[in-house]
Nanobody, 115 residues
Framework: VRLVESGGGLVQPGGSLRLSCAAS????????MRWFRQAPGKEREFLAHVTGNGDSTNYAGSVRGRFTISRDNAKNTVYLQMNSLKSEDTAVYYCNVDVLENDVWGQGTQVTVSS
């Protein structure tokens, strides 16, 4: 089971980024996927969740209305569209899946929001 995040970078406040997480080694379409982030000196924070078929999502209050989680099961990829970015969104962003009670994480992608 492997998750590989990409799409991070430096963006100005108010800008947008789209993160991707490419999955392999499991039947992607039957597993819920999640995005988390971890800022320096802080605990890892849940951001968003999407069901296997993509018909249901939920979000942390800190990102609801600004971030959108989606997935393309044909590409085994989950996305996080991030709009109206703020400096406090600066963190390493991770995707996550629980496969047969194994909690799997990617290596993370750095997002820095700064002018």
């Amino acid at each position: 089971v492997r998750l590989v995040e990409s799409g991070g970078g430096l963006v100005q406040p108010g800008g947008s980024l789209r993160l991707s997480c490419a999955a392999s080694g499991f039947t992607f379409s039957i597993y819920d996927m999640r995005w988390f982030r971890q800022a320096p000196g802080k605990e890892r924070e849940f951001l968003a969740h999407v069901t296997g078929n993509g018909d249901s999502t939920n979000y942390a209050g800190s990102v609801r209305g600004r971030f959108t989680i989606s997935r393309d099961n044909a590409k085994n990829t989950v996305y996080l569209q991030m709009n109206s970015l703020k400096s406090e969104d600066t963190a390493v962003y991770y995707c996550n899946v629980d496969v047969l009670e194994n909690d799997v994480w990617g290596q993370g992608t750095q997002v820095t929001v700064s002018s």
